[in-house]
């Protein structure tokens, strides 16, 4: 997502960036732009999102994805929402789920490698 003119930051690799990765299984109307980034980036508003971006809601099929980078104890974002990426090239665990077909994942259900 674009942020809003003249608000930008310095990637890891101190590439100055304009846009962010969002939390797209978050409805943006009803969080702040600091909590709809994925990364934390103290200067972003703490006022509402202005954005109407579609966002992936609870009910749709699960969907697992990647290239986020967290950190910390897996965790599902949603009940329909889950991310496999847990830095596993920088010293993070090697993340993945088991899953059976149920609509509704649950936490027992990940597979972690240390």
Known sequence: MKLPDGLT???KDGHERDEI???WWEDPQKVSLYDYSVVDLPGLPQAPTESN????KVGEKPVFF???WLTGAPLLQKPNVCCLDYSVA?????VAYRWSGEQELDLVNFQIVK
Do not use: A, E, I
């Not at 971006?53 to 992936?56: A, G, K, P, Q, V």
């Not at 920088?90 to 090697?94: F, I, N, R």
């Open 66 to 68: 990647g290239h986020y």
């Open 21 to 23: 990765r969002v939390k």
């Open 90 to 94: 920088k010293g993070g665990d090697l």
């Open 53 to 56: 971006f579609d966002f992936y």
């Open 9 to 11: 930051f310095h990637d």
